[in-house]
């Protein structure tokens, strides 16, 4: 049989809100229910849409539903997993779901003699559920001068968490982290446990930061790579000249060699975001033109007009 994606039925994200779950439903049934409704198989999915509220309204069903759906996709064929039906089946050996009408897929799961709820497992002497908790992802945008240097931060979040009665709940909370130096662009940081509680008994998840860099006016970031454009005066260029360029970890001098273009690059070993190697800064020279905003300079202009022999398109032929 096919596995099938309830929170797609409902339209839902696989972090809905309870209250978001009910909403959904109760647009759906308006729209598809029998007895009203002039869609296309309108009772077919009326009756995939019951089955799927019937897993996401119930928080333990729904942390049994969502363990699976870490391995299993719409469409892929199901079988449930080793030891399932034994480690869920009721001690009484009856059905504690009337699954009566509902797909195969479900009844693999969650009929003949399965038990979610650990409250009534517990009362009953009979097996309780238990599932970790989700992974949450979280980004983090932090300056290029943090990304070198390391900070820390108070990231303040809002995640689900079940409640002691089971009800899934938006929760927020500020977390300080520190962030160690020489993180890139798109690396993650693993705090483990913080993600959301575990049920019956079982351990929280995870959170993963992942690393977001800041526009930086002068650098940019090449995974632990410095790029840097250094503006060059023409007689800087054509003499060669030792200058103060900056970086991450403040300026250094740098020489010019004699003769140098635009778009020429050089490189600062070392001088980019620390690591094992560190990164390295390259520097990439850009000619710039003094301005002939006076009458020294336009006759500069003028007499280097005259007396030079220059055709900046003679590689066009």
Known sequence: MDYKD???TMGLARDASPDAIKRAYRKLARKFHPDVSKE?????KFKAMQEAYEVLKDPEKRAAYDRLGANWRAGQEFRPPPEWAREYESASGRPDTDDAGFSD????LFGGGSHFDGAGARGRGRRGF???????TAIVEISLDEAYRGSTRNIELSSPQPGPDGQVTAQARTLKVSIPPGVMAGQRIRLAGQGSRGFGGGKAGDLFLEISLQKHPHFTAEG???????PLAPWEAVFGATVAVPTLGGKVDMRIPKGARSGQRLRLKGRGLPGNPPGDQFVELKLVLPPADSPRAIDLYEQMQRDLVFNPRAEFG
Do not use: M, T, V, W
């Open 6 to 8: 309830y929170y797609e």
């Open 105 to 108: 897929f479900f009844s693999s």
């Open 40 to 44: 296309k198989g309108a009772e077919e």
């Open 224 to 230: 632990r790579d410095i790029e840097l454009k250094l």
């Open 130 to 136: 238990s599932a970790p908790g989700q992974d949450h």
